[in-house]
């Protein structure tokens, strides 16, 4: 079964930092098609933040392009979120989600950022 860990969420002051881990347990490489971040704030949609997939091909939402960086270490399965300038509007529950091949999508438990003018 696919499982999805998170880490790293927190509060900080806007200009500052923060990154966020997924570490995918019971899955191979190979099976994955893409991994990504969603951000959900209060009253608004689930939305993309940034998606890497398994051929390296990477995409952002443009409100983060320039702060945020995506990256991956293949062989811990596992996916960062460099956030930096972090900006109230930031702040969100923040996802992790992996696309299985196949379609399936798994998701992670949601950690907490805050971001306080």
């Known amino acids: 079964q696919v499982q999805l860990v998170e880490s790293g969420g927190g509060l900080v002051q806007a200009g500052g930092s923060l990154r966020l881990s997924c570490a995918a347990s019971?899955?191979?490489?190979?099976?994955?098609?893409?991994m990504g971040w969603y951000r959900q704030a209060p009253g608004q949609q689930r939305q993309l933040v940034a998606r890497i997939t398994r051929g390296g091909n990477i995409n952002y939402a443009d409100s983060v392009r320039g702060r945020f960086t995506i990256s991956r270490d293949n062989a811990k399965n596992t996916v960062y979120l460099q956030m930096n300038s972090l900006k109230p509007e930031d702040t969100a529950v923040y996802y992790c989600n992996l696309e299985q091949l196949g379609s399936t999508w798994h998701w992670g438990q949601g950690t907490q950022v805050t971001v306080s003018s």
């Open positions: 019971g899955i191979i490489f190979f099976h994955i098609n893409a």
